[in-house]
């Protein structure tokens, strides 16, 4: 017997994969509609889910023990009974060896109470436990010692359906000619009985009259009863299964099976979402499948059906899956032997062709490399070709604006030069002399010097627009140069625009910007001690700055 918790083969992943594969091609005579294929997609997630659902139902039976331990405490058997009641409707259709265990305690707390009426109640739930888990005779025996006109309503319904479902099983038990129409008929009788007494406008008396219709094999009346059950009243997941498990039984009487798969999996979902063990939907869908030879499937849900009879000890169910796993088994052999020799024989071929496919693959490979070595080298040299594209238009770019900076410099020096020289010929042939001092303090190279470096800012700027922005995201905040409104570049600026351009002679830097060499040396030094970039890689990053595009 296997282990009360979690005995579940885990066969989780595969029976996901199997289930959606294999059911994409039902036989015509099974044709998966839309709602059959998202009811059997339901049931795969519920599968995924069933631990979750037990551990819920193991909550609220831990929850109940232990009201049961602080009505004990509190010596109030009223309230003990009730608990004790209430944790075996959870242990009913779940564990048979708990359910025995707390229905006995049932009738010891009414036989304390002295109450007949919760005695026999009890004793009905007792007849109810032997019946589930197959023992017939126990299960008459127990009812039989009840005096049904000494039931309140409610306890003479029970009653009723326990004793008229008993007949019922043991007609399917016995399956034969003689014996299971006896039994039948009986179970009509009682099942009549409670109807009787039953108004029709309550959801029990649709279930019994259900029940009564598809016993007698007027299966139109079963299904109308069944389906207004359904429609028109909230009725609890676990009636809900029943009912469908009965519908779908009716429906593959009449043939109708693709609406009696529909219903088998209706009541297997919620069979798992109650925690039901002792149940008949999976057998029900195992063999719909087996006789549409989706053996796997088949198989799958034969052995759920087992592991829920084995988890519940439901005797009965064990030996009727008993008779259906070996031939679902044997086919399912019988069937991967046949497939075995398919392979075998296909093998043959796929090695031949194997054998061909690599000679040509080996042969395409070695092209293959040749042709990626081929392309990365093509690829590396276009990669180089167009770096050095860019820097070559971006040198032309510079030469050109330069080149026009220095012919219009030029020309302007030379212009002012020429004036000059005129003014001071003038001046020295009127022997003006006091005018010359005027003429040569006019001449401020400081002014000539300013104009030079606006000219040369104005230039380069346009070359790199972007160059302060980019200049500034190799410093932290603090550290970033800001321009005074005056001015375009300052001295740190032009030092590393100069650099920028190709001048990287820090005495030419120094010429140029009238400075000491030692102090270009100490701007550089100064600027590379801040940068946020590796000090070593600073002017690589200066060079990296583009120019406009061409």
């Not at 207004?228 to 009725?235: A, N």
């Not at 030879?293 to 008993?322: C, G, P, Q, V, W």
């Not at 000491?516 to 000090?535: A, D, L, M």
């Amino acid at each position: 017997m296997c282990n009360k918790g979690f005995c579940y083969i885990q066969i989780r992943t595969l029976l996901v994969i199997m289930v959606v594969v294999l059911f994409i091609n039902l036989p015509l005579k099974l044709k998966a509609s839309n709602n059959t294929k998202k009811l059997l997609n339901e049931l795969v997630l519920a599968i995924e889910e069933r631990d979750t659902y037990e551990q819920n139902k193991l909550n609220r039976i831990q929850y109940l023990m232990n009201e049961i331990v602080a009505s004990k405490n509190s010596e109030n058997l009223k309230l003990e009974y009730n608990f004790t009641f209430k944790l075996y409707e959870e242990y009913q259709s779940f564990i048979y060896d708990s359910a025995f265990k707390y229905v006995r305690k049932l009738i010891t707390i009414a036989q304390k109470l002295d109450d007949s009426e919760t005695i026999n109640q009890a004793k009905i739930e007792l007849g109810f436990t032997y019946l589930s888990s197959g023992l017939f005779k126990e299960s008459l025996d127990t009812l039989f010692t009840i005096n049904a006109k000494t039931l309140n309503f409610e306890s003479r319904v029970d009653y009723y359906d326990v004793l008229s479902r008993a007949h019922f099983d043991l007609s399917s038990y016995h399956n034969d000619t003689y014996y299971s129409g006896i039994y039948t008929k009986l179970g009509i009788q009682i099942v009549d009985s409670a109807i009787r007494i039953l108004s029709d406008t309550t959801s029990r008396y649709w279930m019994l009259v259900g029940i009564r219709n598809a016993q007698s094999k007027n299966l139109q009346n079963a299904v109308d009863a069944f389906n207004f059950l359904i429609s028109q009243y909230r009725i609890s997941q676990h009636d809900y299964a029943i009912a469908t498990s009965a519908l779908g039984w009716v429906y593959n009487s009449m043939g109708r099976t693709n609406d009696a798969l529909d219903m088998n999996l209706r009541a297997a979902i919620a069979d798992i979402k109650t925690s039901t063990k002792e149940t008949v939907a999976f057998r029900s869908l195992a063999l719909m499948f087996y006789h549409n030879d989706k053996l796997e499937l088949a198989y799958k849900f034969i052995n759920i059906a087992l592991e829920n009879a084995t988890y519940y000890n439901a005797r009965h169910r064990k030996l009727e899956i008993s008779e259906i796993l070996p031939i679902i088994e044997g086919k399912r052999l019988t069937a991967l032997e046949k497939q075995r020799k398919q392979l075998m024989n296909y093998g043959k071929v796929t090695t031949l062709l194997i054998v061909l496919v690599t000679f040509f693959i080996v042969i395409i490979y070695r092209q293959l490399k040749k042709l990626r070595t081929i392309k990365s080298v093509l690829q590396t040299t276009n990669e180089n070709l167009k770096g050095i594209n860019d820097t070559l238009r971006e040198t032309n770019k510079i030469k050109e604006e330069y080149i026009g900076y220095f012919f219009s410099i030029n020309s302007e020096f030379i212009e002012r030069l020429s004036k000059i020289q005129k003014t001071l010929n003038r001046k020295i042939i009127s022997r003006q002399f006091d005018d010359l001092k005027n003429v040569i303090k006019s001449s401020d190279l400081n002014k000539e010097r300013e104009r030079l470096y606006i000219n040369f800012d104005k230039i380069f700027l346009k070359l790199f627009p972007h160059f302060i922005d980019e200049f500034n995201k190799l410093f932290n905040p603090e550290d970033q140069v800001i321009v005074e409104k005056d001015e375009l570049l300052n001295t740190d600026l032009r030092i590393f625009a100069l650099i920028r351009l190709g001048i990287t002679d820090t005495e030419k830097i120094a010429q140029f910007l009238n400075y000491t060499v030692n102090t270009i040396y100490t701007y550089k030094t100064k600027r590379k001690h801040k940068t946020i970039v590796p000090r070593d890689k600073f002017d690589e990053h200066i060079m990296a700055i583009r120019a406009v595009a061409p």
